[in-house]
Structures are given as structure tokens and as C-alpha cells.
């Protein structure tokens, strides 16, 4: 459905991504890792249009992306739901007027200015905010929220969209581990129960290894690694990370159950 | 604690129709405030209309009349405006020159009024009323009476209308420059107030830095609007672009040539003086492309 061919991306003198290529055939739940830097978020940009590539091409479900304009373009994005890392509401609006903003690309640009909605759209909203086990924070406004809460806010706001695909820009990366769990739980509970495409960067190994069905890893602007997670192992890990031998996945890890492991390898270690 | 839970909405229907419930107030409040917005309106246009000496009804058509003839006459003698605008071209920077140093000492003055008057920063926060006052009736008095009155005792020329927008300046950029610096952080003051440094040191070498860029933003803004107050005072014998203007476009004189060139060079200016103030304020935010 999604295919991604030579895809590359420019800014000036510098190549942010370069010729990835990459197809998804049924839906999936994928993850893709790297460093800071090594284009991830650039590939998710393009994918929503929110930047344009500079070569290559985009197609879904046999339909070019990355030339279109205007409306289709707009109409493609309504499609195609995007979560950031810092959320991206609107912090002085309430809960389920920045869900509403979902329909934005249906609705007249008047009756939106306005703030006028259907009601059954806000029903709807409030039933999405349900589902997320935030429904009772609807009337707050948004910068009222903790941060995992409007993450959560951001992910009812993508499923407003009733999108093909989400794609999630470190979706957990300001948030704390137990917060990181349930914002990872609800991505993955979409991708179940609805069938919807999850393509997430991630930026710890042990979360893409848990929640993924494929991960994608990349390196300076490539696609170095596609594989599945259990093909995802420490020597694969160094090579997409560029790091050395003293590198450990623990140390970066924001799972709580690693702590544990952690103490475990060092009480291991200390028998050794 | 009780109260709370008792409140709290318990099921998604509930917590549907208290959500619809608030919806629905929000729009009839709206909508009372947008009937209430559009009768205002027309019932104070029906007034401002009877007021006027003609309708505006009768008389909307001939308000382009003017800009038409000036123009028609303009283009007629299209072959004498680089003339003028050679001619003119000196008492535009007469007029530049004024806004320029009413905006620098108006700026000044501004910085001066703003960090004595915003709380935090003030050397005496007892006074921050005062200083406030003081900006307001800098502000409240329109420029062209301190001119008229400077004119009246130290004769016409360029000095007078440069007090007196310097005067207004002072007002208008004190506020937004004290709105900039209730944006500032304390915490630099408090480490060079660690160090013991005094006030001044303390407002030069912490605030400044910080506010240095929205500062000029102003004060450019400003630079602009004064160029245009000091053409105004022109017409009220402050020399400079709008004495000529008056001069020029007052009716059948056969001289809107003159006028016309003399709001070319006008646009120009402004245009001239928004580029400059853009690329500046670009580099003061994004510093020196260099890497200095």
C-alpha cells in the first residue's frame, strides 16, 4: 500500500535523507530508529507533505504523493495523521475542540473559524477521548494537561482524522517512562484494533523491539537496516547507531522493567 | 474532596451532554454578542452618517475623485517628476532626519521610562505608577499641539517638530518596550545582582541583551511612523517633505506633479526603511550569518 522508492531530501549542501527506499505491503506497526540527525523525522515529513522531497517518489495504494498540490494535497494529509514529540496543540483551547481540529479538512473554513462543529462529531470526539482514558479532562484546556495526557490529546486528535496511516514523530521522547508506556500501548491498540498503519521513530531500542512488527533502522540519511525486531540484535543495534563496544542498550533505556535487568546484568557481572 | 467526585462526570454520556451543554451556551453567547456587535454597528454608522455635512451614501463615489485627478495630472507631465524628485529630494532629508533623532532620543527616553516602570526591575517600585503616568501623558497629547506651541516659542524649523515627536515616542515605545521586559528573565539579573553590581549594570548587562532585538523592532516600527508624523508637522511649518506637500496639493494650483513625486518619494522611503529595519532585525535575532 505505502511505497517509498530512492526517496532523497536536501537542505542545501546537505543530504537529510538519501535514496530510502521502502515498501509496506498490509498494515503494520512500524518502527524506525537511528540517531539524532540520521533523517527520520525528515522521512515522516515528507510522507505527510509537511516537507517536500527533493527526489524520488511516494506512492499509496498506487497513488503518487509527492506532486500533489492544493487540496489533494491537503486531502492527503487528512489521510495520512501526524503525532509530534511536543504534542502540537493549540494549548488554549479545550480538550475537544483540539480533537475536533481532526475534521478540519472536511469542514467549511468558516464554521471552524467559529468554532462551530457537528454534534455528533463532538460526540464522536468524546467517545475517541474515551477510549484513550481521558474523556473526563474534556472540557480542560489542553496546556492544563501533563504531558502524557496531551500526547494522548494528539493521538484522539489523529484518530479524529480517521487516517490510513499515523505516523508518530517521537511520540514518547518527552515523556516519562510510565506515561511513554501508555502512549505506546494506545499506538499499538490502534494498529490492532482498527488495522490502521503505524509507522513510529523511536528513539530507544527496547520500545521499537516491544511494540513493532517490523523496524526500519536508519544511518545518515539511510535505510541500513529492515528487518524484524527479533532480527534486531546488539551488533545490528551498533551498526545503525554507529556506537562501539561500550555501548549498551540499558543505559538508554526508558523502560521501567529495564532497571531491573540492569541491576540483574551488574549483580551478573559482579559473579564474573 | 467530596464535592469533587460528587461533581465529576462519571460516564461518556454524561460527560457528552455536560460537554454539549457548554457548546450550546458558547454558541448562544456568540451569537447574542455578534447581533449585538452588528446592531451597534450600523446604528452607529446611521449616526456618524447624519452627523456628516453630505451622506456617504451620496458622496462614496467622489472620494477617488481626488487621487484620479492627481494622478490623470501626473501622468500628463510625467516628463518633469525626476525633476522633482531631484528637487524635492532634500527636503525629504530634512524630514527622515527629524523622525531619525526624535526616534533615537524618543528610544532612549523610552528605555529609560520602561525599566523604571516594570515590576522586578524597577529601582523604586513605589514610583512605577508614576513613571506610568508620565508615559501616559506623553502619549495622550497629540504631537502636533507640542509642535504648534514649540513653533509659537522658538520659532518654525526642524527643532521643534523633533521634540515634539521625540515626546510621543518616548510615551509609545516606554510601554511596549516595559511589555518586552516583563518578558525578560530575572534569573541573569539575580546572578549579576549576585555579583553586586548596581542597577544600571544590572539593566545594561542582563536586561539589554535580552530585550536588545524586540527593541529595535520597535524603534524601527516607529522610525517609520515618524517619518510620517514629521511630513504631518511639515504642513504646520515644521519644514521639511510636508510643507512642500501642502504647498503642492492644495486645489487648482496645477501642481499635483509635484505632489505626486513628493508621495513617490514618501513610499519609497518607507519601503527603503522596512527592508533595512527586516535584514537588521533578522540578524540581531538570528546573529551574524559569519558566525561571530
Redesign the interface.
Known amino acids: 500500500m505505502l511505497r517509498i522508492d530512492k526517496l532523497t531530501k536536501r537542505f542545501g549542501d546537505k543530504t537529510a535523507v538519501e535514496a530510502a527506499t521502502l515498501e509496506i505491503d498490509k498494515p503494520c506497526m512500524l518502527g524506525i530508529i537511528g540517531r539524532s540527525g540520521a533523517g527520520k523525522s525528515t522521512l515522516l515529513r515528507m510522507i505527510n507533505r509537511l516537507g517536500d522531497a527533493s527526489e524520488g517518489s511516494i506512492s499509496f495504494e498506487g497513488r503518487e504523493i509527492t506532486t500533489l498540490k492544493g487540496t489533494d494535497k491537503r486531502a492527503w494529509q487528512s489521510e495520512c495523521a501526524m503525532i509530534f514529540q511536543q504534542f502540537n496543540l493549540v494549548p488554549r483551547m479545550d480538550v475537544?475542540s483540539n480533537v475536533l481540529h481532526g475534521t478540519l479538512n472536511r469542514r467549511s473554513t468558516l464554521a471552524t473559524m467559529?468554532?462551530?462543529y457537528p454534534?455528533a462529531d463532538?460526540?464522536k470526539a468524546?467517545?475517541i477521548l474515551?477510549r484513550l482514558g481521558i474523556?473526563?479532562h474534556?472540557?480542560k484546556r489542553a496546556e492544563a494537561l501533563s504531558g502524557g495526557q496531551q500526547q494522548r490529546v494528539a493521538i484522539a486528535r489523529a484518530l479524529m482524522q480517521d487516517p490510513k496511516i499515523i505516523l508518530a514523530d517521537e511520540p514518547i521522547a518527552s515523556l516519562d517512562p510510565m506515561n511513554a508506556q501508555t502512549v505506546m500501548e494506545a499506538l499499538r491498540r490502534i494498529h490492532e484494533e482498527d488495522g490502521r498503519t503505524v509507522i513510529a521513530n523511536l528513539h530507544t531500542l527496547d520500545t521499537a523491539r516491544r511494540y513493532c512488527d517490523r523496524v526500519v533502522g536508519m544511518r545518515d540519511g539511510r535505510i541500513v537496516f529492515d528487518g524484524l525486531p527479533e532480527q534486531l540484535t546488539t551488533g545490528v543495534a551498533r551498526e545503525i547507531y554507529g556506537a562501539g563496544a561500550d555501548f549498551s542498550e540499558a543505559a538508554t533505556s526508558t523502560a521501567i522493567e529495564t532497571l531491573d535487568q540492569t541491576e540483574a546484568v551488574r549483580t551478573a557481572e559482579a559473579y564474573v | 474532596m467530596a464535592d469533587l467526585t460528587a461533581q465529576?462526570?462519571g460516564s461518556?454520556a454524561e460527560?457528552?451532554a455536560?460537554?454539549?451543554d457548554?457548546?450550546r451556551r458558547?454558541?448562544i453567547y456568540?451569537g447574542i454578542l455578534l447581533a449585538l456587535f452588528i446592531a451597534l454597528m450600523v446604528a452607529g454608522f446611521r449616526t456618524a452618517d447624519d452627523r456628516n455635512a453630505g451622506s456617504f451614501a451620496d458622496g462614496y463615489q467622489r472620494i477617488f475623485d481626488y487621487p484620479a485627478e492627481v494622478l490623470s495630472e501626473a501622468a500628463e507631465k510625467a516628463v518633469e517628476l525626476p525633476a522633482h524628485v531631484v528637487h524635492f529630494f532634500p527636503a525629504l532629508i530634512e524630514t527622515v532626519n527629524i523622525a531619525g533623532a526624535a526616534t533615537l532620543i524618543g528610544a532612549i527616553f523610552g528605555t529609560l521610562l520602561s525599566l523604571l516602570s516594570t515590576r522586578g526591575m524597577a529601582p523604586w517600585p513605589a514610583l512605577i505608577p508614576l513613571f506610568r503616568r508620565i508615559m501616559d501623558i506623553c502619549r495622550a497629547i497629540p504631537e502636533i499641539v507640542i509642535a504648534l506651541v514649540l513653533i509659537f516659542l522658538l520659532g518654525g524649523g526642524p527643532v521643534p517638530a523633533m521634540i515634539a515627536i521625540a515626546i510621543h515616542t518616548a510615551g509609545a515605545l516606554g510601554k511596549l518596550f516595559s511589555e518586552v521586559n516583563e518578558n525578560a528573565s530575572l534569573k541573569p539579573v539575580e546572578g549579576l545582582n549576585s555579583t553586586g553590581a548596581s542597577w544600571a549594570q544590572r539593566m545594561w548587562l542582563g536586561v539589554i541583551p535580552q530585550v536588545g532585538p524586540n527593541y529595535v523592532s520597535y524603534a524601527l516600527l516607529r522610525f517609520e511612523i515618524n517619518i510620517r508624523a514629521s511630513a504631518i508637522l511639515g504642513f504646520v511649518g515644521a519644514g521639511g517633505i510636508g510643507y512642500e506637500l501642502k504647498n503642492s496639493m492644495s486645489w487648482g494650483q496645477g501642481k499635483y506633479d509635484e505632489a505626486a513625486a513628493i508621495f513617490i518619494l514618501l513610499f519609497v522611503t518607507i519601503v527603503v526603511v522596512d527592508q533595512i529595519s527586516g535584514a537588521l532585525r533578522d540578524r540581531l535575532t538570528h546573529g551574524n550569518r559569519k558566525g561571530a
Do not use: C, S
Request: no cysteine.
Open positions: 475537544v467559529f468554532n462551530l454534534m463532538i460526540h468524546i467517545e474515551d474523556a473526563e474534556a472540557p | 465529576a462526570p461518556v460527560i457528552k455536560q460537554y454539549a457548554l457548546t458558547k454558541r456568540g
